[in-house]
C-alpha cells in the first residue's frame, strides 16, 4: 500500500500495524481519509471502525475498508460498522488513488461546512445578545426620557408656584424638597450667604 501510493507527493501515509495503537494515533493526527484492513492482529478492522465512529473526534473521518474477502456480507458488515467504502485487496492503484481523493474532498467540504455552521451558529448567538441590549437600553431610554419629562413639567409647575411665594423660608424649604425630589435624596440642607459665610437655614 506505502509502494503503491507513494508516487503522490500529495498524500502522506502513516502506517500502523497495531489497531489499538491505530485509534490513539488517529485522535492525535486527525487524518483526511482512514485505509483499514479487515484482518489486523488482535482487533480486526470492523472493531478498530466501530471505536473511531463512537469517539466524537474521529467519527466523522471516512475510512475506506480492505480485504482480502468479496463476499457480499462482509461489505454489508462493513458498511453497518461505519465504513464509507469497501475495496477487495489488492485494489488497482488508479481507482484507490481516486477514491481516496474524493473521500477527502468530501470530508474537507463538510469540515469547511462544520466550521462555517459553528461560526454562523456563535453570530447568532452574538446577534441574539446584542438584540437584548439593544432592547434594554430602549427600555433604559424609553424610562429616562420619559423620567426627564416629567422632572421638567414638575420644573415648569414649580416655578409657577415659586412665582407666588413672597416668604424667603418657604420659598428656600419649598426649592429644598423639590431639590430632594428631583435628586432622589432621602434629606438635603440649604445654606445662605451671611457676609463672607455660609449659614445653613434648612
Known amino acids: ?52 465512529r463512537m469517539d466524537e473526534s474521529t467519527r466523522d473521518i471516512p475510512a475506506i475498508m480492505l480485504s482480502s474477502e468479496s463476499d457480499v456480507h462482509r461489505k454489508v458488515e462493513a458498511f453497518q460498522a461505519g465504513a464509507n467504502d469497501f475495496l477487495v485487496k489488492m485494489p488497482d492503484r488508479l481507482e484507490l488513488v481516486a477514491r481516496i481523493r474524493a473521500l477527502a474532498a468530501k470530508s474537507i467540504a463538510e469540515r469547511e461546512l462544520r466550521h462555517m455552521a459553528d461560526q454562523l451558529q456563535q453570530q447568532a448567538v452574538a446577534l441574539d445578545e446584542a438584540n437584548r441590549s439593544l432592547q434594554a437600553m430602549n427600555v433604559s431610554l424609553e424610562s ?16 409657577n408656584e415659586l412665582a407666588l411665594i413672597r416668604d424667603i423660608n418657604i420659598l428656600v424649604e419649598r426649592l429644598l424638597d423639590e431639590a430632594c425630589h428631583i435628586l432622589g435624596a432621602d434629606a438635603g440642607a440649604a445654606y445662605l450667604v451671611d457676609g463672607e459665610e455660609l449659614r445653613m437655614t434648612h
Open 144 to 159: 429616562d426620557v420619559s423620567e426627564q419629562r416629567d422632572r421638567l413639567k414638575s420644573i415648569a409647575m414649580l416655578g
Open 1 to 52: 500500500m506505502r509502494h503503491m501510493l507513494s508516487d503522490d507527493k500529495d498524500l502522506r501515509l502513516t502506517h500502523v500495524q497495531d489497531a489499538l495503537r491505530a485509534h490513539e494515533i488517529i485522535s492525535q493526527q486527525q487524518p483526511t481519509v482512514l485505509i483499514v484492513d479487515l484482518v489486523m492482529p488482535e482487533v480486526d478492522g470492523m472493531h478498530l471502525i466501530r471505536r473511531i
